[in-house]
């Protein structure tokens, strides 16, 4: 069975202590061991759940008005953020991606037979000819991405709203016997694979499980607009209550060995799940916030345009 990332399993293991049960620690986290029997490994659940909708987080973060000027000639003036899927181009967004399913999966067919993919990284994942691809269902699922309106952002607000629909392409989620196995992103006639972690798949079925609806999250400030902005999946999240809200999961085995190496390792099974809003998740850490973190790295991008 695979193991779970290492800079995954680091952060799990510092807030993991053997032996306990029902721990419920810090920043809303529970933590319960189930003894296994016999070969079997103990099994570690990690839960985070902080749905507190109107609960105005602790935060570090710090508007920086060089900030604010620099992305200013970038701001979106009109947003179709995560709460409004009746907005006409959300619509629109839809009935287009809907009708352009066809397309996208002929150029994907072309990628294929021209060999414009490679095709050793395609055949890893059982797709080398028309039969594969019929094997495939197809999904599309919207997309949204943080504009640099966050600069804008003031402690207590609800993040949702500086989240805009991407319109310059199209994602669609592919599915293989019912499991998620990647997205094909189509923009400007061309269609590219992204097989994707365990971590992000298991966040879509977590969310599919609550009976919510799965939305696409892209973690980065983005200068373009959203004609120009395609699908990248960082996240899977949902709307609750107005509210934007993240999901993660994963699970796999994990080696825990002691710092002087003199304990016997200690080998168990993780399975580790997040749902927690935009809010928690962005300004509820003690390190530097994360907002600050995005604005800086847009700022950068921008500096280092020729």
């Known amino acids: 069975m ?26 809303n986290v529970r933590i319960d061991t189930i003894k296994g029997r016999g070969n079997a490994l103990d099994t570690v659940i990690r ?44 619509l629109g967004h839809l009935r287009e991606a809907r009708q352009r399913l066809p ?15 490679s095709r050793e990284y395609m055949s890893k994942h059982s797709l080398a000819n028309e039969a594969d691809l019929n094997s495939i269902t197809f999904l599309h699922i919207p997309v949204y991405y943080v504009t640099p309106n966050v600069a804008l952002f003031q402690i207590g607000e609800n993040v949702a709203k500086y989240y805009n629909l991407a319109t310059g392409g199209f994602t669609y989620l592919m599915f293989r016997n019912n499991r998620l196995v990647g997205y094909l992103n189509f923009y400007n006639g061309t269609s590219n694979i992204v097989w994707m972690p365990n971590f992000i798949t298991g966040g879509y079925t977590q969310i599919k499980k609550l009976g919510k609806k799965p939305i696409v999250l892209n973690l980065e400030v983005h200068t373009t607009n959203s004609k120009s902005t395609k699908g990248h999946i960082n996240l899977f999240g949902y709307m609750d209550h107005g509210h934007l809200i993240y999901s993660l999961y994963d699970e796999g085995i994990i080696k825990n060995v002691a710092m002087d190496a003199i304990a016997e390792p200690y080998t168990f099974f993780l399975k580790s799940y997040t749902l927690e809003t935009a809010e928690s998740f962005l300004f509820g850490n003690p390190s530097r916030s994360t907002i600050n973190q995005w604005l800086e790295n847009a700022v950068n991008r921008l500096k280092s345009r020729p």
């Not at 680091?10 to 620690?25: C, E, K, N, S, V």
């Not at 060089?66 to 006409?88: A, K, M, N």
């Not at 397309?103 to 993919?117: F, H, P, S, W, Y």
């Open 47 to 90: 839960r985070k759940t902080d749905l507190s909708f109107n609960k105005t987080f602790p935060s570090n973060y710090k508007r920086d008005e060089s900030v604010v000027e620099t992305l200013r000639p970038y701001l979106v003036s009109d947003i179709v953020d995560p709460g409004d899927q009746w907005h006409p181009f959300y």
């Open 2 to 27: 695979k193991k779970i990332a290492l800079i995954v399993a680091f952060l799990l293991l510092a807030a993991y202590g053997h032996g306990q049960t029902g721990r419920i620690g810090q920043e």
């Open 103 to 117: 397309e996208a999966r002929l150029a994907l067919l072309q990628c294929i037979k021209t060999g414009k993919m």
